[in-house]
């Protein structure tokens, strides 16, 4: 069977038959693989979910239906219209199954398409401001959740402790041979190694709270209208509990970079204050109320913070011989890793008045 077929066979699983029915690739994400699905007049993303990355499908799928039928509820309890598109809506399988298991073993979902929505890679501080206050009213509707703690879709996924230990251990086996040549990067990590991991010690001494989060704010996972008003955030595969100094300092990284995540010219890469600043402030305006103050003095280092991760994951991918992140060419998780590196300088050189701004905005 082609591929298209294939597609067209697995779609049939949710929405049965369809001999019209087209699918074509969506989107830019680094791990699953998604297509837009239109069928008569509906529209669906059908998603291949990464099982490499996210071992235990179940309960990844039961975590997003926690979390949007409980947002759901919110929305509908508060009279908001539209609440279909203000809230992603997972289409179970034809016998009810929230995932569908192909013959090879793949693994896929369904979800309804939020129809004239657009996402951004590049903004401007009004839709910052805008972006931020999805994401803090995101994490204020998901505070009480009721029943269990969500799973870990990825276990120690923000961890800097973790995510260190890993990186050391690529180094020492040096799997790609890739080594002698960023030898300077390895020293650069080291030297900030300790400071980085102030969040989990702080958590160790019961000063710094975990709160669901979401915990892959990049800036084109919020969702606009035509009107750029905000519609929802979206891919909630790793929605799990951390520190909101993650999901802060994740929507910097993404969002206030003035050049690209992988930008081969790093003269682009810098932090953009003016977005910052918009996001710091749509972001306080929903969350200053349930924050502590040791949460809102951390806000700017969490920028730091995640671009420093995700350096240090990209470096570690390429120096195990690219086995996690998707790449376009052999190069390109180093020039991810420069890129971000190149950030983090950014944000170190203007850490005082990031922190200055978020006092303000908090007041
Ligand atoms: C991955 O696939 P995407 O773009 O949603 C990654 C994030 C990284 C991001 C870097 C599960 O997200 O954590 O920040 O790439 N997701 C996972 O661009 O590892
Ligand atoms: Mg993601």
């Not at 180093?334 to 950030?343: E, G, H, I, N």
Request: aromatic share 10%; glycine share 6%; net charge negative.
């Amino acid at each position: 069977m082609d591929e298209m077929n294939k597609l067209k066979e697995i779609v049939s699983q949710f929405i049965g038959d369809d001999m019209n029915v087209e699918v074509n690739p969506l989107g830019k994400g680094h791990i699953n693989d998604s297509y837009k699905v239109v069928s008569g007049d509906k529209e669906y993303v059908l998603q291949r979910i990464n099982h490499n990355i996210f071992k235990n499908v179940h309960q990844l799928q039961s975590n997003i239906q926690r979390v949007t039928e409980h947002i759901r509820k919110k929305l509908e309890e508060q009279g908001v219209p539209d609440v279909d598109r203000r809230v992603l809506t997972l289409v179970p399988t034809l016998d009810g199954a929230l995932y569908y298991q192909d013959t090879i073993g793949d693994y896929w979902r369904v979800m309804d398409f939020i129809k004239e929505s657009k996402s951004y890679d590049e903004i401007n501080p009004e839709l910052a401001y805008r972006a931020g206050m999805a994401f803090g009213d995101f994490q204020k509707m998901l505070a009480d959740l009721p029943g269990e703690p969500l799973f870990e879709t990825i276990p120690n996924f923000h961890n800097m402790e973790a995510r260190l230990e890993t990186f050391r251990e690529a180094v020492k086996a040096n799997k790609a041979g890739r080594l002698d040549k960023v030898a300077g990067l390895v020293k650069e990590i080291e030297d900030r190694a300790e400071e980085m991991c102030k969040a989990e010690k702080l958590h160790r001494e019961g000063k710094l709270p975990k709160r669901i989060n979401h915990c892959d704010t990049k800036v084109n996972n919020v969702l606009f209208d035509n009107g750029d008003q905000v519609l929802c955030v979206v891919d909630l595969d790793t929605v799990m509990p951390g520190y909101v100094l993650s999901d802060f300092g994740d929507f910097i990284r993404t969002g206030a970079n003035t050049g690209a995540e992988d930008d081969k010219n790093l003269e682009n890469v810098s932090v953009d204050l003016d977005i910052f600043e918009a996001y710091a402030k749509g972001y306080l305006k929903n969350a200053v109320s349930f924050l502590t103050d040791v949460e809102i003095n951390n806000l700017a280092f969490g920028a730091k913070l995640l671009t420093y991760m995700q350096m240090v994951r990209f470096f570690t991918d390429y120096i195990d011989g690219d086995t996690y992140y998707k790449i376009a060419y052999p190069e390109h998780n180093f020039m991810r890793t420069k890129a971000q590196f190149k950030l983090l300088q950014s944000l170190e050189e203007n850490f005082e008045k990031m922190q200055q701004i978020v006092k303000e905005a908090a007041r």
